[in-house]
């Protein structure tokens, strides 16, 4: 059976060659589109400077003002008259008060009797060691001797320290030791005063301090028949274990 058409004006015969040249062709001037290089214009720039061959300048016309000269002075008189003074005047004479090595000046004369001369009694500070009375701290009054006396004061002392010890926090957690040198003076009301410190560290020192400041207050002790203070002095040992 023949074909109705011609084969040779069928027009989907050569599609896919059409194709292929016009993908190509695409493919093409997009890749030269991307290949285009563009580049500004330089602006020129023309500097241009004015320059005057001759300055010329107004200059301004001063005037020259004259002044009068001032008037000579009056000439002397050709006769000159001597007045005679009229009041006569009296002058006035200042002595100096100054003394000249001529004036006498009787000395002064100080008798001893007439000055009276206040005594200042300074208090006594007697050592604990060689007070004739010591101190009696509150427990002991019912002791004889002054060496049982003094025994039973450095006792109660040192009970006093025990019961009121306190370490310091903070030098316990740095682990902080030693000795601490207290002195301090019972004066003569029975009162401590003047507490003295030496030690390896201010808090341990603080601490010493006020535990001497809290004694209670004692019977003074005697010197010669009356009332004296007394220097005393312990050590206090912080000790961590």
């Not at 493919?27 to 589109?33: A, E, K, P």
Request: with cysteine; aromatic share 8%.
């Amino acid at each position: 059976m023949k074909p109705k058409k011609n084969p040779n004006v069928d027009i989907g015969r050569n599609s896919s060659l059409y194709f292929m040249i016009g993908l190509t062709s695409i493919l093409f001037v997009t890749w030269q589109s991307f290949e285009v290089k563009t580049y500004e214009k330089e602006s020129e720039f023309m500097e241009i400077a004015q320059v005057t061959d001759d300055l010329k300048e107004d200059v301004p016309i001063t005037e020259i003002v004259r002044t009068t000269p001032p008037p000579p002075p009056p000439s002397a008189p050709d006769i000159i008259e001597i007045v005679e003074d009229v009041e006569d005047v009296e002058e006035t004479v200042i002595e100096s008060t100054e003394s000249s090595q001529e004036v006498y000046i009787e000395d002064a004369v100080v008798r001893v009797d007439d000055i009276e001369v206040g005594e200042v009694e300074e208090e006594e500070v007697v050592p604990f060691a060689v007070i004739e009375n010591v101190p009696v701290f509150p427990g002991c009054e019912n002791l004889n001797t002054e060496e049982e006396r003094k025994a039973c004061f450095s006792k109660k002392v040192q009970e006093h320290i025990k019961e009121n010890f306190r370490y310091p926090p903070a030098a316990l957690e740095m682990r902080i030791t030693g000795k601490v040198y207290v002195q301090f003076v019972i004066d003569s009301q029975g009162r401590v005063k003047n507490i003295e410190k030496r030690g390896p560290d201010r808090l341990l020192e603080k601490e010493a301090v006020r535990i001497i400041a809290a004694l209670p207050t004692v019977k003074p002790g005697i010197q010669r028949g009356k009332p004296v203070k007394v220097k005393y002095a312990i050590p206090i040992n912080f000790v961590v274990h």
